[in-house]
């Protein structure tokens, strides 16, 4: 009933930039969180960012200061704007949104996830 699209990895440069986005459509009545969840072999998975319908924001100790999350609530999607890369940040990225698909059903989707490659 509900997809999420990535679009934006790729590969860059360690000091370079990207910006991830992901759509959300289907049967959806709110959204409520939103977030980037990145996994990179050997590693445990890490919530990079989240943020509330509202615009409050969480992110994880080794990207503040270098990853800024925000959301276009009327376009029902969520963004990523990564600088200042390093090589520690290659993972793929997916998004994931806590959907209301009615007033009482809840659930969480998750996009099919972007490769993030940071490497001279």
């Known amino acids: 009933q509900v997809q999420l699209v990535e679009s934006g990895g790729g590969l860059v440069q360690p000091g370079g930039s990207l910006r991830l986005s992901c759509a959300a459509s289907g049967t959806i009545f709110s959204i409520n969180a939103m977030g980037w969840v990145r996994q990179a072999p050997g590693k445990e998975r890490e919530l990079a960012a989240a943020?509330?319908?509202?615009?409050?924001?969480k992110y994880a100790d080794s990207v503040k200061g270098r990853f800024t999350i925000s959301r276009d609530n009327a376009k029902n999607t969520v963004y990523l704007q990564m600088n200042s890369l390093q090589p520690e940040d290659t993972a793929v990225y997916y998004c994931?949104?806590?959907?209301?698909?009615?007033?009482?059903?809840?659930?969480?989707?998750w996009g099919q996830g972007t490769q993030v490659t940071v490497s001279s």
């Open positions: 994931n949104a806590e959907v209301f698909t009615t007033s009482y059903r809840l659930n969480t989707y």
């Open positions: 943020i509330t319908r509202g615009g409050n924001t």
